[in-house]
T-cell receptor, first 109, second 115 residues
Framework: GQNIDQPTEMTATEGAIVQINCTYQ??????LFWYQQHAGEAPTFLSY??LDGLEEKGRFSSFLSRSKGYSYLLLKELQMKDSASYLC??????????WGAGTKLIIKP | ETGVTQTPRHLVMGMTNKKSLKCEQH?????MYWYKQSAKKPLELMFV???????ENNSVPSRFSPECPNSSHLFLHLHTLQPEDSALYLC??????????????FGPGTRLTVL
């Protein structure tokens, strides 16, 4: 079966750095997405990785290792507004999106 | 604002009611999706429309009936729902090029409660 694993919940301190991991086992791979979802709001697109390595976008970076079936989302200089759920999703060989259950990130002052 | 709107934002209905959820996208996309999001579970894809044609129905019970009159509008008609159908229903759209990675843009969802 296809599976995406990510921690259920994480807590971090304002101003710090946090890394949210995502491991996957899917039928083929055509890229990995990260989305951010604030409570009661739409998931919003953060990043897409299809090649190995680190992609940096401001305070957010996303890393991919296809050989390890692994990705992480790195958030730097955390702000209170970063409190949200972070969803990892993999595009399989049929271009179907397989979703993780999301990681709820709590930022404390 | 993601360019995808959904109405209503909240809906409470009895098991014998009939209601409809509406989604509209202002992005010029050709593909639209319905998802079900339950607490602490992955998003469940329900239906996909590409250029107004249904291309995916993930074994969804017939009490959920989608309708896509054009590329900008998507409806989900609900009837005789069960309490376990209570969830957040998300609509999304994408370019719908038919191949390659296609980023999906989501609406804010309809929070549905079935009594």
């Amino acid at each position: 079966g296809q599976n995406i694993d990510q921690p259920t919940e994480m807590t971090a301190t304002e101003g710090a750095i946090v890394q949210i991991n995502c491991t996957y086992q899917t039928s083929g791979f055509n890229g990995l997405f990260w989305y951010q979802q604030h409570a009661g709001e739409a998931p919003t697109f953060l990043s897409y990785n299809v090649l190995d390595g680190l992609e940096e976008k401001g305070r957010f970076s996303s890393f991919l290792s296809r050989s390890k079936g692994y990705s992480y989302l790195l958030l730097k200089e955390l702000q209170m507004k970063d409190s949200a759920s972070y969803l990892c999703a993999v595009l399989d060989s049929n271009y179907q999106l397989i979703w993780g259950a999301g990681t709820k990130l709590i930022i404390k002052p | 604002e993601t360019g995808v709107t959904q109405t209503p934002r909240h809906l409470v209905m009895g098991m014998t009611n009939k209601k409809s959820l509406k989604c509209e996208q202002h992005l010029g996309h050709n593909a639209m999706y319905w998802y079900k999001q339950s607490a602490k579970k992955p998003l469940e894809l329900m239906f996909v429309y590409n250029f107004k044609e249904q291309t995916e129905n993930n074994s969804v019970p017939s009490r959920f009936s989608p309708e896509c009159p054009n590329s900008s509008h998507l409806f989900l008609h609900l009837h005789t729902l069960q309490p376990e159908d209570s969830a957040l229903y998300l609509c999304a759209s994408s370019q719908g090029s038919g191949a390659g990675a296609d980023t999906q843009y989501f609406g804010p969802g309809t929070r549905l409660t079935v009594l």
